[in-house]
């Protein structure tokens, strides 16, 4: 179909090409559309499938504005049970693709051949409602040799209500990977980005498939919603990774990242990797490489600026049986633990070994609140306890002790094996001693001033600039008006201090007086001093004006004055103690 305005496709409705069963073919018929709006609804389908010998064909959409689907209705690619040839890929060229009311896009195998890859090259938007899908998987009786991939590449990307993206083998062949290019993603309601393996067989091996969600601002998972790799049988469960610019929060229960291996499993956990800004677990969300079989617990690399737990959130990579996972966090800024929240890599059970992981954590803070059973463990039960190494600055709230308790601890415990270690490197400062105030009388002023003033002011001068110098102490502020008056000795202090206040108010007068008519010319003359007018201009004077100092606490003397003054005030006290 070409340049088509609409396709709608309605009430049972479908396109399709196959290789039917018993038919040897080398390949189904491709399905292209180009149309502007694709609208499938009540159980419509675009289908290319293979139940014989040969390839099922593919399907392309082509510049559609929009492309819906909605109840029931699925664009699909199969090779069915008994077939032999691969299934064909699907590439939706759209700005808009809507899925709703259990609605599908997948690509599978269940016969002897490769599933195809499902791709959205360039959206704007990508919604997934109540319960739709867009999936890939490898069934049951399945030979595969490639997996086959989920590529999506959109501005947004949400999934609600019990939606999914997945890959999923349980087959002979592994799942395929998942690559989300998204600005901004939001799972929410018990939604989810999978790859799993299931019910695979020693002679049956099926790899978990990656999920890497990258070239992100935000990543939300609330509500129930999760990324999660996990395997059921005897293969590592696939790695998920993360690469968001700015903000990853996981809210809720059932919450968070999983890289998981189930009950009854021997394959390993998986790993991942997380490398935002700033990262929130609350409200029991978790980060988790947990190992429920006989395998080991996966890794968690955590690189961010902020990392806060709050309220029963978790990084965990714990194991029931064998060697604990390992969690490095490398923190920029702070690691905030809250209201019981844990990081975990315990081992073992009471009826089981394994030996604790190892956490490292690289932090300038680490912050808990004593009171509020937020843990750092590395347990185990009959293996050992692993090590704990952090770097820091500083921990307040958190305490390391032989054993957990109802406070915050960091632990590295056995109960019955060897306790594991805890390095604690932090500068020597001990915050809760507080500063020490230093002594007031550092220097014994009355040892810097001269008692005998007549013999210090001959030919002695000491100059002082700025605005007061320093206070007399640290809890007191500079003295705006900073005040000096000339200490040396002059001639004769009080006839220069009679002709100076004399000159002062002459020139003041001068000033301020208005000018009268003088019939003499004026004589124009060198300016000898300046004075500062009212309103802050600067007058210049024709005599040099002598202006009394501002501070006129302390007054000149001379040696002679002063000895003839205190001469007088000690007769004045004997004739006064005479007249008693």
Known sequence: IQEAQQVNLNRNSSISTAVNSGADAEKAGNIDLKTRSLTLTNDSQITASTSGKGDAGQIKIQEAQQVNLDRKSSISTAVNSGAVGNGGNVDIETKSLALDNTSTIEASTAGNGNAGSIKIPDAEEVNLDRKSSISTAVNSEAVAEKPSNIDIKTRTLTLTNNSEI????????????????AEEVTIEGDSQVSAT???????????GGNINIIEANRFEATD?????TTTEGTEQAGNITLEVRDDITLAGTG?????NTTSGSSGDGGNIFVDPRTVTIRDGAKIAVD???TGKGGNIELQAGTLTLDNQAELSAETASNQGGNITLTIDELLFLRRESKISTTAGTAQAGGNGGNITINAPFIIGIRQENSDITANAFEGNGGNINITTQGIIGLEFRENLTPLSDITASSEFGVD????INAPQIDPSRGLSELPSDVIDVS?????????AGEGSEFIATGRGGLPISPNETLNPNATWDDWRITEQPQTRIRKRRSRSRQHQLQINQPQTNNPKPKQIVEAQGWVIGANGEVILTAHPVIVTPKGTWLHQVDCPMLHQTLGSGVGNRESGVGSR
């Open 224 to 228: 129930g919603g999760n990324v999660r």
């Open 166 to 181: 997945t890959s999923s083998t349980a087959g002979d062949g592994d799942a395929g990977n998942i690559t989300l290019r």
């Open 255 to 259: 919450s968070g990242l999983f890289a």
């Open 420 to 423: 594991g270690t805890v390095n």
């Open 197 to 207: 393996t299931s019910r695979v067989t020693d002679t049956d091996r099926g790899k």
């Open 291 to 293: 190992s429920q079989g």
């Open 447 to 455: 040892q810097l001033i001269e008692k005998n003033l007549c013999a």
